[in-house]
Structures are given as structure tokens and as C-alpha cells.
């Protein structure tokens, strides 16, 4: 038996997901016409004797109820939102809730960071797991070395696989092979954190006596003791122990940490849906349907006119009515917006409840490492007619009457 956990953070984390984030929690926000948790889920749901799915966070939570309760009886896999009273770190998290997770003594705990997006071969990565018999594996890539300092950079051996050594994020470069940010652990690594915790504890004793408190390292002295990273106080120390091993993907992998990078994910996990689950994603057959171009998803409830063109990458949500001659491509497109006759939106983010009127565009170049990558409008954005918005943000509330473009709009 496996439980699977899936570290979804708090309000104060994801700040750089603003203004999207204003009314909705980040794992929520929609990715292919799914709460971005849903897909971790969904690769869970896929491992055989899978007895729980636990989310760990500090959003309030009345903020998942709704989910958690409908994917529960959706993937008929008991699916809980544990709520943490203070952020503990991704490991501290995992500990707080030790005895809940530990409850039916599973062999084996998957966790999983809820801001990537990847096809999560976790059934893989069990047998890999199992073969080399350590403590933990971690799904790992090759990057471009320019980018890999953004992530936990690692050395693995060759020919064991074995972990040898982690740094996060280090300011010089150490490796272009990074942590996934997805791993299987045996309940060893209770008994790791719990190391990790006592010792803490000590030397939080050692400092409270001594009066040179500058020997200290800085870091060390800011930190709780109760709050303990899985990169930095638990990968780092235990690398090239034989406890640790890596598991390579050579599939897809992106972490979600801007608006920009929810657009490229959103199509990444519409391409998926084409081998996962085909039927998610819009025919556009026969003349009565609008043309639809490459993996686009349409929520049910949504009007999407026959005259309009939708795709590649598009995801539309829950009551949506898009107009006569609209194009629509590469974008998100969030519930209850209105889309009138003949508007273009491209490379680009629309807001809960907004509006686009005739003629108008909406657009970006589709940089989505840029800040401006892709234009954003907040909720309830009114776009009025024949107006012109390229490569810019705007927060919620307002209304264009006139073009902008590399801007954002307060
Ligand atoms: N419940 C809870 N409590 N979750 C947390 C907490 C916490 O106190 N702190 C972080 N998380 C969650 C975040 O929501 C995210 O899903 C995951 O834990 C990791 O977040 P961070 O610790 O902020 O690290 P990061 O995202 O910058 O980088 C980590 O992930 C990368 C892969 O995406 C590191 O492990 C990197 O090495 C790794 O490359």
C-alpha cells in the first residue's frame, strides 16, 4: 500500500502568480480546463493500491472543501486537505502530519510539489525505487545549464543512480540535472526529518546559552526549528549516503510559478490529454461546431459560436460565450468572460467574469519566461471595443477604452 501527499503551500507563497491569485488559490488555478492539483491527482489516481491522496498547505480550509469533497467521489480515492496553522517547511509539513499519513501503515509515501507540471511517472519511478532500495528517489532532469540555478541542482552516479550530491539553487553551477520536485519515500524518512528536527533543537539550546551568537550562521539562526526543508535539511545532508537515488525523465517538465508558465503548462497538459484522456478535449466535428484547431479544451457549460476558431492550445471555463468570428489561440479563458464578435485573443490570460469587446485584441508575443510575456487581465476586466492590448496586465475592476501595450495597468 502507497499514500500519496501533495505539498500545495499558502497565500503568502505565489505571490508572482498575482493578480491571478487574488481570488483563487494557486493549485486551483485552471491548467487544460483542470485545477493545476487535479493533474498530480490524476497521476496518483493511475498507481495501483494507492490508499489516500493528502494535500498539505496553509490556505484556509474552506478554500478547498469543494474540490477536495467532488474529487473524492470523482476518483473514488479518499482525497483529505490537511491544513497546517503556520508554514513548516516542505519536510516540516510532511512531519506535522506524520500520524494521519502514517495511519494505515503504508511502504511507501509519494510527495509531490503541486507547482509542477510534468506526466509524473510515478509508476516508474516505484520500480526503480524498489530496485535500488534507499530511502528516497527523486525524479530528476537535464536542463540547459543557464536555467538549471533556478532549481536544486544535483550530482547522481552514473551507473548507481545514486544521489551524491544536492545544492539549491547554488549561485555558482554545479550541474544541468535538477530536482523534479517529485519523490518516493519508505518511512525512513520520518525518522530523517525527525534527525534533522532534534538536531535543530540543539543547537536552538547551544545559542540560547552562549553569548557568541555570531558564530551562528545566519540562515541557521532565522530558522524555527520546527521548519525544515526536504531540499536543503534533508536532500543536501543525506546525498552520497546510499539513502538517496534519482530517477531521470525524459518527458516533459515545467515549474508553474508565473502566469506565463501557466499558459505553456495548460498546453503541455492538453497535449498529454491527447494519449491520457481524449475525450476531454473539443472535436469541433461537423458544420454546426466551431473550427477547432490542435488540443483545445471547452467546458460543457460554455457557447462557443460556429463561426469562431479555437486553438492550438486553448482552455475554456465553466459559462463562457464566445462570439461570431472570434480566433482564439494559445490562451486561458476563465468562467463566466465574454468574448464578442470578431475579437482576437492570442498568447494571453482573461480573468473571471471579464469582458472583450467586438473587434478587439488581446495579445501578447508568447515569452512566457518575460514579465510580459503573455497580457493578463485580472477578473472583471472590461476591454472595450476596437481596443488594442499587447504584452500587458491588468488588474482587476478596470476598463480599457483605449490601446495599451507593455504596460501594467494599476
Ligand atoms: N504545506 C506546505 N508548507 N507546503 C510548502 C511549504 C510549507 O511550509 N513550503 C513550500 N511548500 C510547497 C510549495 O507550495 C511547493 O509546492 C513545494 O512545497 C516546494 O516549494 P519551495 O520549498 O518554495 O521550493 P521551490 O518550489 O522554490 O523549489 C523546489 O522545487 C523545485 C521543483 O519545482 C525545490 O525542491 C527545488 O530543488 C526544485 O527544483
Redesign the pocket.
Known amino acids: 500500500k502507497a499514500v500519496a501527499v501533495i ?4 497565500p503568502t ?1 505565489g505571490t508572482r502568480f498575482r493578480p491571478l491569485s487574488f481570488n483563487t488559490p494557486k493549485p486551483l488555478f485552471p491548467l487544460a480546463g483542470q485545477p493545476m492539483v487535479h493533474h498530480p491527482i490524476s497521476a496518483c489516481k493511475r498507481l495501483p493500491n494507492l490508499a489516500h491522496i493528502f494535500l ?3 490556505y484556509e480550509e474552506r478554500e478547498f472543501a469543494l474540490y477536495v469533497s467532488s474529487i473524492s467521489s470523482e476518483l473514488k480515492v479518499p482525497v483529505r486537505y490537511l491544513k ?1 496553522d503556520k ?4 519536510a ?2 510532511l512531519y506535522y502530519f506524520r500520524n494521519i499519513i502514517m495511519e494505515d501503515n503504508p511502504s511507501h509515501v509519494f510527495l509531490l ?4 507540471c510534468c506526466s509524473f511517472p510515478l509508476t516508474e519511478m516505484l520500480e526503480a525505487h524498489k530496485r535500488y532500495g534507499g530511502m528516497g528517489t527523486v525524479l530528476v532532469i537535464k536542463v540547459s545549464a543557464e536555467s538549471a540555478n533556478q ?2 541542482e544535483l550530482v547522481a552516479d552514473t551507473i548507481t543512480n545514486e544521489l551524491l550530491h544536492y545544492t ?1 539553487k547554488p549561485e555558482t553551477f554545479v550541474s544541468d540535472l ?4 517529485v519523490y518516493i519515500f519508505t518511512p525512513d524518512v520520518f525518522t530523517a526529518i525527525q534527525e534533522v528536527s532534534t538536531h535543530r533543537e540543539g543547537q536552538a539550546n547551544i545559542r540560547h546559552l552562549s553569548s557568541f551568537e555570531t558564530l551562528q550562521s545566519p540562515t541557521s539562526r532565522a530558522l524555527p526549528v520546527d521548519f525544515i ?3 536543503q535539511d534533508i536532500l543536501s545532508p543525506f546525498a552520497g549516503k546510499k539513502q538517496l537515488y534519482t530517477y531521470e525523465t525524459m518527458d516533459f517538465w515545467e ?1 508553474i510559478k508565473t502566469p506565463g508558465m501557466s499558459v505553456k503548462c495548460s498546453g503541455l497538459y492538453l497535449a498529454q490529454f491527447r494519449l491520457t484522456s481524449p475525450h476531454l478535449l473539443a472535436a469541433g466535428d461537423g458544420t454546426k461546431s466551431a473550427t477547432i484547431v490542435g488540443d483545445v479544451y471547452v467546458h460543457p457549460s460554455a457557447k462557443v459560436h460556429p463561426t469562431a476558431k479555437i486553438g492550438p492550445s486553448v482552455s475554456i471555463s465553466a459559462n463562457v460565450r464566445v462570439g461570431a468570428g472570434v480566433r482564439l489561440i494559445s490562451c486561458i479563458i476563465l468562467d463566466d468572460v465574454e468574448v464578442q464578435e470578431n475579437a482576437v485573443v492570442i498568447n494571453s490570460i482573461v480573468g473571471w467574469k471579464s469582458s472583450i469587446g467586438k473587434w478587439s485584441r488581446v495579445q501578447a508575443d508568447g515569452d512566457y519566461n518575460a514579465k510580459l510575456g503573455i497580457t493578463i487581465l485580472g477578473e472583471a476586466v472590461t476591454v472595450e471595443d476596437e481596443v488594442v492590448v499587447i504584452n500587458s496586465i491588468v488588474l482587476p475592476n478596470k476598463t480599457l477604452n483605449l490601446s495599451v501595450q507593455d504596460e501594467i495597468i494599476l
Open positions: 505539498m500545495v503551500g499558502g507563497k498539505i498547505g496553509f497546517e508554514p513548516h517547511g516542505s516540516g509539513g510539489n503541486c507547482d509542477v532549481f536544486g539549491e535538477i530536482n523534479c520536485g526543508r526536504l531540499d515549474q
